[in-house]
Each structure stands twice: as C-alpha cells, then as structure tokens.
C-alpha cells in the first residue's frame, strides 16, 4: 500500500467515498446528506487536490490486501486553519478521514493520519483539530490512540415546535 497524492482525474471516484462516508455516518447522528452533497464535495475534492490538502491509500501489487493494484482504499482530506481570530496556536484541520470497510483495522487510517499530520507541521502548525460525531465510539477510540483529546465540545438539541417534539 502506497500513501500517495491523486490528480485532479480521481475527485469524482474520492467524492464517491465521501458519499460512503457520509451515508455510513447518518448511522451514529450525521444530519448531512450523503448523495445530495456529491457535486459540493467533488469541488471540495477538487480543491483539496490542488492545494495539496489530499493523501490517498493506494493497493500496490505486492499487498495482502484483496484489492486490485492501484484501488483506492482510503482518503485524507486536511488544511492549514485560517483562524478568523487571533489564537495561540495555528492549527490545522483534518476534514475527513475514510477508510474502506474491509480495509479498516489494518493501520490504513493511521498511516493516512500520520501523513496529514506530517504534512500539516511541515507548514508550520502547532496543533490539528478534527470533529468526530459524539455517537461514533470507534472514531473516538480511533483518535484517542492517536493522542486526540477533546478540545472543545459542540452541544445540540432539536428545536420543539409543533412540528417537533420530544415523544
């Protein structure tokens, strides 16, 4: 398995594993709508891609993976935070990181996670940031191997209304 940047050629097949993503995160308390975002997505892809802000698992032959040479197994999308306010950290952002079903378990993630990391203190961040939704304990576990702590914490409740109600 290589760790490795796509071209632009690939956003299309990567917004496709975002839509994965998101369609399997509805399941631990997404609101995002998974196909309804492809089009979004694909340009933030395509973004991602041409500011160096996208690593990609690749199967390479000789892996025990069961998976074609040059599949795409996993993504990585990140940058360098532009903070609206003065902070004493410049931090960095992992936008999202997926990794194929049947790959996961296999240090897959962690390498994809080192690399952004790696990439984001080559541009001079001190700390990066990243959001995981509260019911999703294996990303949280996931994180917390990899030195993640909570930082800041999003609280949300439904609006009560007529058409909305806690029965």
């Known amino acids: 398995m290589r760790i490795e940047r796509p071209d632009v050629d690939a956003a299309d097949a990567l917004a496709d594993l975002w839509v994965d993503l998101a369609a399997e995160q509805r399941a631990v308390g997404s609101h995002l709508r998974a196909d309804a975002n492809r089009d979004s997505i694909g340009e933030n892809v395509r973004r991602a891609i041409v500011s160096d802000g996208l690593y990609v698992a690749v199967a390479a ?33 992992v936008e999202n990181l997926y990794v194929r079903p049947p790959y996961r378990g296999s240090g897959i993630g962690s390498e994809l ?15 990066v940031k990243l959001e995981v939704l509260a019911d999703n304990e294996a990303a949280r576990r996931f994180y917390r191997r990899h030195g993640y702590d909570p930082h800041r914490l999003q609280l949300e409740k439904p609006v009560e209304s007529d058409n909305h109600s806690k029965d």
Do not use: K, N, Q
């Open 113 to 127: 996670l080192a690399a952004a990391e790696a990439d984001l203190a080559e541009r001079g961040v001190d700390a």
């Open 61 to 93: 032959e000789d892996d025990d993976y069961e998976a074609e040479a040059g599949d795409v197994l996993g993504f990585v999308m990140f940058s360098a935070s532009e903070e609206l306010l003065a902070t004493t950290a410049t931090r960095g952002t």
